[in-house]
């Protein structure tokens, strides 16, 4: 069975690495990020609701307004609960999917990471604010990567997994969403996108990836 490299920031690494192991695999953990936050202001004006895509925005944005939120998945609704917000929806096929699902023009703030991916079509007002940015921290050494399925947790992650010298032929990558999977380029002796972009999902399909005999 191949090992499985956790490459997102923490705190996320550590819960991704707690349920692997309890999957019986052997994990490997080297985050590419660290967060690290950012001074913001709320925009002028009222909004009905929070949009929350990053359960990371919700730990680093400091005193939060008391709306409902809108989030974008299990763990990022837990994480605004756990700040003492009132959950609404909790989507589980990205944020497309869930602004699907809430009416036109309602105003929305959205907390969110310095790199942040939005529909280019939405039907409400959204004022997005960056509260918290991705620093790179060292790439990891070929050693650690081939033989290994790598976990990718978002574009950002992709682009630095194509950064590294490795035998790519050697890694086999899971990554949360077919965007995500791009970033990565090409040559990878496997590389599929998770059926959802969420982190069991992506788990699951790392974990078959991991048992899987070459083929």
């Not at 309890?22 to 953990?29: I, P, T």
């Not at 991916?117 to 409400?124: F, W, Y």
């Not at 790598?150 to 077919?178: F, K, Y």
């Not at 059926?195 to 070459?214: F, H, R, T, V, Y």
Request: charged share 20%.
């Amino acid at each position: 069975m191949r090992p499985l490299v956790i490459l997102r920031p923490e705190p996320g690494a550590s819960a991704t690495a707690a349920r692997a192991r309890a999957l019986g695999l052997e994990v490997r953990m080297h985050p590419l990020f660290a967060a690290e936050t950012l001074p913001w202001t709320m925009p002028a004006g009222d909004h009905a609701a929070l949009l929350v895509t990053s359960a990371n925005a919700v730990r680093l944005a400091g005193a939060l307004p008391h709306l409902p939120v809108h989030a974008v998945g299990a763990a990022t609704a837990e994480a605004a609960r756990e700040a003492g917000l009132t959950i609404v929806t909790t989507g589980n096929r990205g944020v497309g999917a869930l602004l699907e699902t809430l009416p036109d023009d309602l105003r929305l703030l959205h907390l969110a990471g310095e790199e942040r991916i939005l529909p280019a079509q939405v039907r409400q007002q959204i004022s997005s604010v960056a509260v918290y940015r991705m620093t790179p921290l060292p790439l990891p050494p070929a050693s650690l990567l081939e033989g290994s399925v790598a976990m990718i947790h978002s574009p950002a992650a992709g682009r630095r997994l194509a950064q590294v010298s490795c035998r790519r032929g050697a890694v086999r990558v899971a990554a949360i969403s077919e965007a995500a999977a791009e970033t990565c380029g090409g040559g990878w002796g496997r590389i599929e996108a998770a059926d959802q972009p969420n982190d069991p999902a992506l788990l699951s399909l790392a974990a078959k990836l991991c048992e899987e005999q070459a083929r």
